[in-house]
């Protein structure tokens, strides 16, 4: 009880002194600097400066939080609208990451065609074969664009397969995976040749000359070879890259070896497929 009396009287004491100030303040105004009541107006002046700094100090946070629950929407609407387009630079960033890879893809794939033949036609690809029996692909080229069965197909890494059917807007594309594909292959440094046959999802397969297993270095480069039968040409022109080699195995009697080979073109990511015109080498 005593407190709220000690508060009131503090109130009414404020009351009293701001209101006897402002009388003398008007006062003194009327009278002019010369009048008696002057330096009573300006040591009432005096007295009210802090007062007046204490409550300016009290009502400026709470106009200046009104004044920012009113800019409220506004700034929700700007923080939208950068958001929403630091997403889109995000996203052209993507897109633009992309297309620099497709484009470095492309060139590197443009130089690899044009070495094994200039007369060339770069596909899409744009379906994989239904059944898990055999390992195609199918490109957006067909024969309206030059293209025609057992030519050889490449990618910017190395050697895809041969096309072996042909429609006037497609091409069907025997991935050199497959369980029916065999590439006539050189093993580069050890100078040794063999057939490479397809295995599935696993590494291709090539039995080499049991003697040039001890030539055979890790990571041993292997690319077509050209050979000649009595119906022509081989399938597939010399010297595209195939993959290296993986594994070695040799049988302890020294009469048999084998090589695995991990092919250099990664199928799974395959975009783009140029087929080569020259028709075996």
């Given at each position: 009880?005593?407190?709220?009396?000690?508060?009131?009287?503090?109130?009414?004491?404020?009351?009293?002194?701001?209101?006897?100030?402002?009388?003398?303040?008007?006062?003194?105004?009327?009278?002019?600097?010369?009048?008696?009541?002057?330096?009573?107006?300006?040591?009432?002046?005096?007295?009210?400066?802090?007062?007046?700094?204490?409550?300016?100090?009290?009502?400026?946070?709470?106009?200046?939080?009104?004044?920012?629950?009113?800019?409220?929407?506004?700034?929700?609407?700007?923080?939208?609208?950068?958001?929403?387009?630091?997403?889109?630079?995000?996203?052209?960033?993507?897109?633009?990451?992309?297309?620099?890879?497709?484009?470095?893809?492309?060139?590197a794939q443009t130089r690899l065609a044009a070495s094994v033949d200039p007369d060339y036609v770069t596909g899409l690809?744009?379906?994989?074969?239904?059944?898990n029996f055999e390992s195609v692909i199918i490109i957006n080229k067909g024969s309206v664009d030059g293209v025609k069965?057992?030519?050889?197909?490449?990618?910017?890494?190395?050697?895809?397969?041969?096309?072996?059917?042909?429609?006037?807007?497609?091409?069907?594309?025997?991935?050199?995976?497959?369980?029916?594909?065999?590439?006539?292959?050189?093993?580069?440094?050890?100078?040794?040749?063999?057939?490479?046959?397809?295995?599935?999802?696993?590494?291709?397969?090539?039995?080499?000359?049991?003697?040039?297993?001890?030539?055979?270095?890790?990571?041993?480069?292997?690319?077509?070879?050209?050979?000649?039968?009595?119906?022509?040409?081989?399938?597939?022109?010399?010297?595209?890259?195939?993959?290296?080699?993986?594994?070695?195995?040799?049988?302890?009697?020294?009469?048999?070896?084998?090589?695995?080979?991990?092919?250099?073109?990664?199928?799974?990511?395959?975009?783009?497929?140029?087929?080569v015109k020259n028709e075996g080498g």
């Amino acid at each position: 009880m005593a407190m709220r009396t000690k508060t009131r009287s503090t109130r009414l004491l404020v009351i009293v002194l701001v209101s006897i100030s402002l009388a003398t303040i008007t006062v003194d105004y009327r009278q002019g600097e010369d009048g008696p009541l002057s330096g009573l107006g300006r040591n009432a002046i005096a007295l009210m400066a802090p007062l007046q700094e204490a409550i300016s100090a009290v009502t400026r946070p709470v106009g200046e939080f009104a004044s920012s629950i009113g800019e409220l929407p506004s700034l929700r609407r700007e923080r939208d609208a950068l958001q929403s387009q630091l997403e889109q630079a995000r996203a052209n960033l993507v897109q633009y990451q992309s297309l620099s890879q497709d484009y470095d893809e492309l060139l590197a794939q443009t130089r690899l065609a044009a070495s094994v033949d200039p007369d060339y036609v770069t596909g899409l690809v744009i379906a994989n074969s239904p059944s898990n029996f055999e390992s195609v692909i199918i490109i957006n080229k067909g024969s309206v664009d030059g293209v025609k069965q057992n030519m050889a197909a490449v990618a910017s890494a190395g050697l895809v397969g041969h096309v072996v059917r042909v429609t006037s807007t497609t091409a069907y594309v025997e991935l050199i995976t497959d369980r029916n594909s065999g590439v006539a292959a050189r093993l580069v440094h050890a100078d040794e040749t063999g057939l490479l046959e397809g295995d599935g999802d696993a590494d291709m397969r090539m039995s080499p000359d049991p003697t040039a297993v001890a030539q055979i270095p890790s990571n041993e480069t292997v690319v077509t070879t050209s050979y000649h039968v009595a119906g022509g040409e081989g399938l597939y022109p010399p010297n595209i890259p195939i993959g290296t080699v993986s594994r070695v195995f040799a049988d302890p009697t020294g009469f048999t070896t084998s090589v695995t080979v991990r092919p250099a073109v990664d199928f799974s990511t395959l975009k783009f497929v140029s087929v080569v015109k020259n028709e075996g080498g």
